[in-house]
């Protein structure tokens, strides 16, 4: 079995890198991070007329048609450059949800606009800091309109639509669209660690909301779409943990203790491996994690949960370990290191956090594996 991928797709890897290297340098993260924009406008359109947007969107819906493989190469590539746009909340999740559950009518009347950049979604499932569960879910969907909080929700105050996870009046959780400059939407900026990535709550008091398609078949369909995020997002993680490791590489080469590189003392050699063995083993299970949800394997939440944990502790791991490679300078504003770092926790708790992902792991696992002494027939 080959998780490589195509020689087609390292080439769109390697463009992706040239072009986010030019145009999405730290500088121009550091001037979300201490301006007033909520994202890098210009960025985000540029991103759209490159085709990133609808890269996992069929032609037929004014997409790209590159596929989930293809999402995969470009998110580990935004991830690298940290770059402060959307691109999580409106393809990984809102298109997903419509490509996944959506009417024929409702694709054909938000996929090419989110593939375009003309819309940006969001998805609204958290309410609090609670882990992503059934019983968590308070929203009410009723009559067609949704009431209850959502917080935090990504990029919840610049997207121009929420898929919102509801209970219906069967209690059964469903997924609606809401537009979030209708009535019956409040919505209130947070503040959070990484504000390179805008969060915000969404008070829904009657809103409109539509059904997305069937509303999906209860939780089952919420998680299923996490689990297809949670890959993506691992993909994000490792290529911010891979910078990582190539920053603090790179200056424990020049930095010069005691007459000699401090990237020659044990210590630091030993920083560093233990960084370099938890990024590649976090990106041998997002590989599998990308082969699972490309080829909608039966495997993908267990392959979904192994990447989110270890890709998890690998960028917490990098992060950490970049900061303490480049020594006092590392805690300092004016190193950018700390950008890394603020985007570790963020994306940490993006989709629940460790803990329930760790567990999700176990409890697949379990459901996976046979019991002791059992047989099972081929």
Request: glycine residues 8%.
């Amino acid at each position: 079995m080959n998780f490589d991928f195509s020689e087609d797709l390292n080439m769109l890897r390697d463009e992706a890198r040239k072009f986010l290297a030019e145009r999405c340098p730290t500088k121009a993260v550091r001037r979300i991070l201490e301006g007033d924009a909520p994202y890098d406008r210009e960025l985000w359109q540029q991103v759209a007329q490159m085709g990133w947007l609808g890269a996992a969107v069929p032609e037929a819906y004014g997409g790209a048609g590159l596929g989930h493989e293809g999402l995969c190469v470009l998110a580990e590539e935004l991830g690298r450059a940290i770059a402060p746009i959307p691109f999580a909340s409106s393809v990984y999740l809102a298109t997903e949800a419509i490509l996944a559950h959506g009417s024929d009518a409702q694709k054909q009347k938000y996929l090419p606009k989110l593939a375009a950049g003309e819309l940006i979604g969001a998805f609204a499932i958290a309410e609090g800091a609670d882990n992503p569960r059934p019983e968590a879910i308070a929203a009410r969907l009723q009559r067609g309109t949704v009431s209850g909080s959502k917080w935090p929700v990504a990029d919840g105050s610049i997207a121009d639509f929420a898929v919102v996870v509801a209970r219906d009046e069967t209690g059964t959780a469903r997924l609606a669209i809401v537009d979030l400059a209708g009535k019956g939407v409040a919505r209130t900026a947070l503040k959070t660690i990484d504000p390179t990535r805008d969060q915000a709550r969404l008070d829904f008091d009657g809103a409109p909301a539509e059904l997305l398609g069937d509303g999906g078949a209860g939780w089952p369909s919420v998680q299923a779409l996490l689990d297809r995020a949670a890959v993506l997002i691992a993909f994000e993680q490792v290529g911010g943990a891979q910078a990582c490791l190539e920053m603090a590489t790179a200056y424990a080469k020049e930095r010069v203790a005691f007459g000699r590189p401090i990237g020659s003392f044990q210590a630091i050699k030993h920083k560093l491996a233990d960084v370099y063995i938890a990024t590649e083993l976090a990106r041998s299970n997002a590989y599998y994690g990308a082969w699972a949800l490309a080829t909608e394997a039966p495997e993908l939440p267990l392959a979904a949960a192994a990447a989110r944990v270890a890709a998890t502790e690998a960028y917490h791991l990098a992060s950490k370990e970049n900061i303490q490679t480049h020594g006092g300078m590392g805690f300092t504003w004016d190193l950018d290191c700390h950008l890394f770092y603020r985007r570790a926790k963020m994306l940490a708790l993006a989709l629940g956090s460790a803990r329930h992902w760790k567990n999700r792991l176990v409890d697949r696992w379990d459901a996976e594996t046979p019991a002791a002494g059992t047989q099972t027939t081929h």
